[in-house]
């Protein structure tokens, strides 16, 4: 349904006009009254309306779509506000914030943190460096501590670990949660367990009653123990937050962090031959459809932005592409952070292939297409010129940063 | 073990803590070993102080360890903790060495979705192979019988975890179901029918391909993934 506004001037002149025959039948119906006994009334013949065969319909789910019912704009549902003033203790956790923003393992744990604390304990989240995330608060963040500067920036595991023991001293948390994940909490939570001595419960996957239950082995056995204080928690350990909204107040450490000698250098990520990387697991894939005329470009234009090539059923079924690189239903289902989609408009089944993406680009000739309601961000035009001017916008982009640099 | 074959060569020690009637040990020495130390321990001891002596007086320069243990709690632990005590600094997902030389050592760290990042590393370090290290090279019948398993007796300390916890049977974890939290049917027909739309993506139509092309890659550049 259209959210235009339709009115009916001669309706709306009745209305006002007192002398009118119909202006009676032409006002407001009032549903319920109080009556002069002090009871509320109700008009049972007054909700509904007549529908286009002329019958008359009630829709019960408050959207009335009748011409009677005032048009309301969409409220945004305000989850009800948690506040915690006066903190009895913390339950810290520190996201991977891959890209910036919190996933949803991240989500997940920031869950598992609020089934600890309860009504009386915060849920702190520690976050180096910059951030992009905007939802804290509907996270589930009671406090937020962004530990910034240039010596948490890159790969920097025994620094942040120096930063873990800061927070640790100023707010002794009643737990720490972090991620079993290979992007990075895995690591700085075993690091960080060894610098405190502390022996983690890993690879959790469920608290209840007192006792975390942990994958142990090759997977082949569970290790039940009693609660530790630190926990490494696995994918879907327990239900994100979804009925609350946080405050996500900022705090600051009170001691500055001690800095360490970096023993390990980073020189920064190696350029990795992007068709190499398996298509479900590549971050930024470059995908072509029907749309797409001259494939050398396209080809070119993947080469320029370091992307793994993907293709749609089409392109693939006229031989334009390999087999093992369609992406959908029948082909890879990606998990791409960022997914381009040239000359793809958007079949079902090729959306359910990219369900998972994060950010995605369309580049199409055709503006009322599926992939450009599911985009992020669509280009109307046609896709030859558009990659013709993405490859100088890259190579431009290059060559400055150089200059930069230099 | 390929990896340090192929830095060492025969200069290569390999260290196993735990039974030396391990039939998958001979399996290791048929990849080319001469002999292999095994400390020798019952199952639930904590491997942890036998391997620090063994390790503070081997004069080890690299030293290579597994991601976690197979059997037992598999924590993953034991790296980190080695290290800790050790004093020595550890990487943590090694693909790949690069170059050892005057004291530092350039290696290649595997991150997540095959991607790979250089770090410079003073030796002596430790560090946990990765998937994405070389493959094993086929162990042979002959040498795996010749060779020779040195048992090393060390003191035997308990590990207090397994008193506290249990190890039982791995369960299936439950399938996380789609709960859709709507008020009224017409929202539950709506959650159940409708397509995957973002709905709040920008559209930039009229545009020249110049303008276009520069959005594209502000947000890619934006995303991190234009380098």
Same mark, same amino acid.
């Given at each position: 349904m259209s959210d235009i506004i339709r009115r009916d001037p001669r309706a709306q002149w009745i209305a006002r006009n007192r002398l009118h025959p119909l202006h009676a039948a032409m006002q407001p119906v009032t549903h319920s009254w109080m009556g002069p006994n002090g009871l509320l009334r109700k008009n #049972?013949?007054?909700?509904g309306f007549i529908g286009p065969n002329g019958i008359k319909r009630i829709d019960r789910s408050g959207a009335q779509q009748g011409g009677m019912s005032k048009r309301s704009a969409v409220a945004e549902v305000q989850l009800p506000l948690h506040q915690? #003033?006066? #903190?009895?203790f913390y339950i810290c956790v520190v996201p991977d914030?891959?890209?910036g923003r919190l996933g949803s393992h991240d989500r997940d744990l920031l869950g598992l943190a609020h089934q600890l604390a309860g009504q009386d304990g915060a849920v702190l989240a520690v976050v180096f460096g910059e951030h992009k995330e905007s939802a804290f608060a509907q996270a589930g963040v009671d406090r937020l501590l962004v530990l910034q500067g240039q010596e948490f920036e890159g790969y920097a595991p025994e620094q942040r670990v120096q930063g873990l023991r800061a927070v640790d001293n100023q707010f002794s948390p009643r737990h720490w949660l972090l991620p079993d994940s290979r992007s990075g909490g895995a690591e700085l939570g075993r690091r960080f367990a060894a610098a405190l001595g502390e022996r983690p419960a890993t690879r959790v996957w469920q608290v209840k009653d007192e006792q975390c239950i942990g994958r142990a082995g090759a997977g082949l056995q569970d290790l039940a123990r009693p609660l530790a204080r630190l926990i490494l928690g696995a994918v879907e350990c327990a239900e994100p937050v979804s009925e609350t909204r946080h405050e996500a107040l900022p705090v600051e450490l009170s001691t500055s962090v001690a800095r360490s000698l970096a023993r390990i250098e980073d020189l920064g990520a190696v350029a990795v031959d992007p068709a190499a990387i398996p298509m479900d697991e590549a971050e930024f894939i470059f995908s072509g459809g029907n749309g797409v005329k001259d494939w050398a470009l396209f080809h070119e234009t993947a080469a320029a932005l370091g992307a793994t090539e993907g293709a749609s059923r089409v392109a693939v079924d006229d031989g334009f592409m390999a087999r093992d690189r369609q992406v959908g239903a029948s082909g890879t289902w990606v998990t791409a952070r960022v997914y381009v989609a040239v000359g793809i408009s958007g079949a079902i089944q090729h959306l359910q292939g990219i369900g998972a993406c994060d950010k995605v680009v369309a580049i199409n000739l055709?503006?009322?297409?599926d992939m450009i309601k599911r985009a992020d961000l669509s280009v109307i035009g046609e896709s030859a010129e558009i990659l013709q001017a993405l490859i100088a916008a890259v190579a431009a982009y290059r060559s400055g940063a150089k200059r930069d640099a230099a | 073990m390929e990896l340090g074959l192929q830095l060492a060569g025969d200069k290569l020690q390999v260290l196993h803590a735990g039974?030396?009637?391990?039939?998958a040990l001979r399996a290791y020495l048929g990849m080319g070993l001469e002999q292999l130390h095994v400390l020798q321990q019952p199952s639930g001891a904590d491997a942890l102080p036998a391997l620090t002596d063994y390790l503070r007086d081997a004069g080890a320069q690299v030293v290579l360890t597994g991601t976690q243990a197979e059997t037992g709690e598999g924590s993953g632990m034991l790296p980190f903790l080695l290290a800790e005590n050790l004093g020595w600094p550890l990487v943590v997902g090694l693909a790949q060495v690069e170059s050892i030389e005057g004291g530092v050592a350039l290696v290649l760290q595997a991150l997540p979705r095959g991607q790979r990042r250089r770090l410079k590393v003073r030796l002596p370090f430790l560090a946990t192979v990765d998937n994405a290290a070389p493959k094993p090279r086929q162990s042979a019948y002959g040498p795996a019988q010749r060779g020779v398993l040195q048992a090393d007796q060390v003191t035997v300390v308990d590990d207090e975890l397994l008193t506290a916890s249990t190890l039982q049977p791995a369960k299936p974890r439950p399938k996380r179901l789609k709960v859709i939290k709507a008020k009224s049917g017409a929202d539950r027909m709506k959650a159940a029918t409708?397509?995957?739309? &973002? &709905?709040?993506g920008q559209v930039l139509k009229g545009v020249t391909a110049q303008a276009g092309a520069d959005a594209i890659l502000k947000l890619l550049i934006e995303e991190g993934v234009v380098r």
């Open positions: #049972p013949h007054g909700q915690v #003033p006066q #903190p009895a914030m891959v890209g055709d503006p009322g297409c | 039974d030396i009637h391990e039939p409708a397509k995957a739309s &973002g &709905g709040t």
